[in-house]
């Protein structure tokens, strides 16, 4: 079973930052896009970013500015660096692969890791 293992969730002020990193396969992260979801409780799980493997970023209007995303595929890890952070983008956040897209679209995505909880409080 292919496994993504996210780190680096916690608790920040707004106006912090914080660093999320995934880990998994070799070959999911020399060959896929990686992408970043986030999804409160009761909600749609987000499209956050994504990188193909050239280091190609997209991001959603609400994190673009603030949020960087970079993979590095000697070490088969995607980070997410995340700064300015708001109350808004408390949730819990996912990285995903995808075979085919740099999508912001989850159904794209092939394989999930189980999730890190950002809570950002004032």
């Known amino acids: 079973q292919v496994q993504l293992v996210e780190s680096g969730g916690g608790s920040v002020q707004a106006g912090g930052s914080l660093r999320l990193s995934c880990t998994g396969p070799g070959y999911l992260h020399s060959r896929y896009y990686l992408g970043w979801f986030r999804q409160e409780p009761g909600k749609e799980r987000e499209f956050v970013s994504c990188i193909d493997a050239y280091g190609n970023p997209r991001y959603a209007d609400s994190v673009k500015g603030r949020f960087t995303i970079s993979r590095d595929n000697a070490k088969n890890t995607l980070s997410l660096q995340m700064s300015s952070l708001k109350l808004e983008d408390t949730a819990i956040y996912y990285c995903?692969?995808?075979?085919?897209?740099?999508?912001?679209?989850?159904?794209?995505?092939?394989?999930w890791g189980q999730g890190t909880q950002v809570t950002v409080s004032s």
């Open positions: 995903a692969a995808a075979a085919r897209y740099c999508s912001q679209f989850s159904n794209d995505y092939n394989y």
